[in-house]
């Protein structure tokens, strides 16, 4: 197919439909390829949870800096208690500075007093008048001290590259005072949704907001009247999704207007129902999706298709952002063979059935739907009874996953 | 315990240790009672997706909202072809308006034209020259038509109550051009955090900030060096995270503030490590929850307290927001009863082995490790070779899934 890539091979297929399609992972493969790489950014670690580190960052001290209290209480050296018990109470002076004999008390995380190795917990000693205490268990050089370097080596290194940054990463960045760390940056996504702004295409809108932000990149764009005109000025941004007008009618100028503004058309129509009219291409070097304006199918070709080259952008995995369960079909799915069907299911006892086809399935559905299951090119569906693989829309107890 | 509950009961506990901590059970029943509950709120479609639906929303019209075609192609009257084969073309007039013996151009998603009742794709007819048609195969009525209310009844409820909005439904709510869905507050989190603003204090107000993002709140607050103050202006948010200052030793004012700004501290000291000097209060019936300061104690706390309140508020589950997953252990895991202990630990081949004890971990465990196992607090612990449930830090394929 070196041929479907250039752009001088492409046709307007308005009028006449898609002479072929190509197959998912011919797709995919463009995609993955070295035409788009994702870029690196320093970071400030406030604004880094939800990235992807991109390089270890070496740690500037050690964890803790210096010995410190692990706990609430009295700060002693343990060769003063030796031997200490119910029965051998051993009297201490109570003291803000150190010294022989002397308890000093601590909060936990405060650096240990000179000289002394051990923290004794409040209810270890009892009190008496003038300052006096009595101690009343012993205590081993250590005990109630979190000793410096012991969480961390200064050497050691901090988070793991191309694994998302957790709150507690980001944190740990902080607490070492790290300026700046080396992340993925998170990809401009600029759509382009033919318009007047208002019902379908302010609903196309919504969704691949919340999509893009879901899949960790930063949405810009929206819809617009004159859309060859957005086009032409979306190569400033890392992708571009234009959403609508990508089919065989006559209003379906998205292909032809990429091409008019100096973009190149790889392919057009993928084996993929829903959304069989899309299309793949460049802007000046930009990668740019041609998703069907019909919402599921819109949808469908965001999640099997522009997703997975943001999530890579952006450092993240290329998997369906989906968890995944496997379920016996209470009714058998039909399909088409050279067509890979992403088809709505609904849990249905301990089984899931098919809602709607991939064919005729429309966006209630996957409302509806609890997920959906896809199928292969190569297989016209799967037998009732048989165990297939769905990707859940929500997660783990309904858990929120997005937030745009 | 209905003593604790009561602010009269609060005592000062600095310089003496907690003379009692309150199981994780109890905390949680006080956490998920009647004294704190959800807000509902109307919410445009465009700001819905990962807010959770309170009400099923009545659509206004049926899905499609008329006959429309389903595919790019011709819309020809289905008894015109009858008959229609590779062997027996019938001739129709190419037309910009439907009539007997017409083929209309329609685009997928364009309305019938009226009288027909059929879509063939371009594929299925062979161009003439002079504007004819040869049509190949016979299309029965409705055949390449999505018909009025197939997809959705107008009488059907869109949306499942208590369920996280999908981008999908918020399309579906847009296209239906309903103004407003009723949905679940976003919790206001106020992060009341005893600084100076740097480093410590600095990384806790960056973790809190994403935690709570990521649980469907609306963090607000900060660090403050005057964290009384804050904490008497807090009672305006939903929630009132005090992180730090929570222990028995002596600059840890959290609790006696709360209380001498008019608030309450119904228990103090909660039976988890880390995390056992956590408490829970109310300020003007808003919840409090004091946190520890040390970070990774401060982390736990909030997974275990604080995102617990925040995800009920906002009409999601209780359950931790981890993945769940069932490993053996490579290495026994040490646990003390009447403590819940939530042990680090990292994937070590098929297995997975602790990577510190809950009583000594500190933060940058928590970025080595996978995930953690909670131990409950009637069992010391777990056998090498136990099959434990882990919650695991991130999700299938190292996905995202919170973006502050």
Known sequence: ??????????????????????????????????????????VRPSKTVGRVLSSYEPMRTDWPPTDRAAIDGFAVRAADIEG???YNPVPLALANSPGTGRAVPVSAGTAMPPGTDAVLAFSAV????????????????????????????RHAQVGECERPIRPQDAALFAMQRVENVLAFVRPEVRLVIPGPKEGDAEALETMLRALVVRDGGAPSGGVFRWYGEAIAAAAEADVILIAGRSGAGEDDLAAGLLVEVGGEVAMHGIAMR????????????????????????????????????????????????YPRASYPLGRKIVSAIGFTDVVPVALAGEAIVPIASAESAELPASCRADGFVVVPESLEGYAEGERVSVFLYDMFGRYLYYWP
């Open 274 to 321: 829903p959304g069989a009219s899309s299309g793949l291409g460049r802007l000046r070097k930009k990668a740019v999706l041609l998703l069907p304006g019909e919402p599921l199918a819109c949808l469908t070709a965001y999640d099997m298709l522009a997703g997975r080259l943001i999530r890579r952008l952006g450092g993240f995995s290329l998997d369906l952002p």
């Open 84 to 86: 200490a018990g119910i």
């Open 1 to 42: 197919m070196a041929k479907a890539d250039s752009p001088s091979r492409w046709r307007d297929i308005r009028g006449i439909g898609f002479a072929e399609r190509a197959p998912l992972a011919r797709a995919w493969a463009w995609l993955d390829s070295g035409l788009f790489l994702p870029n690196r950014e320093p």
């Open 126 to 153: 009892s009190r008496s008048e003038f300052g006096r205490l009595e101690v009343l268990v012993e205590a081993a050089p250590g005990e109630g001290v979190s000793a410096r370097g012991s969480a961390l080596d």
